[in-house]
């Protein structure tokens, strides 16, 4: 049995990895969120401040 699909040696493409995330965070943000993260994570290294993104990562305690 070789390494599983998501480790280091067989690493998620990035299709499988927004895709895996989707299912995951839909749990717990609406789309809108979900989608905003992505593009933020996508593009982190050019982000100068994080606050944003991490507000879309943290839904508020009256919605959940």
Not at 30 to 53: H, K, M, P, Q, Y
Request: negative net charge; proline residues 3%; glycine residues 8%.
């Amino acid at each position: 049995v070789g390494e599983a699909k998501g480790s280091s040696q067989h690493p998620l493409s990035w299709d499988e990895l927004t895709d895996k995330y989707r299912d995951t965070a839909s749990r717990v943000l609406d789309d809108v969120a979900v989608e905003s993260s992505i593009e933020g994570f996508a593009t982190l290294e050019n982000i100068r401040n994080i606050d944003d993104l991490i507000g879309e990562l943290c839904p508020s305690e009256n919605g959940i």
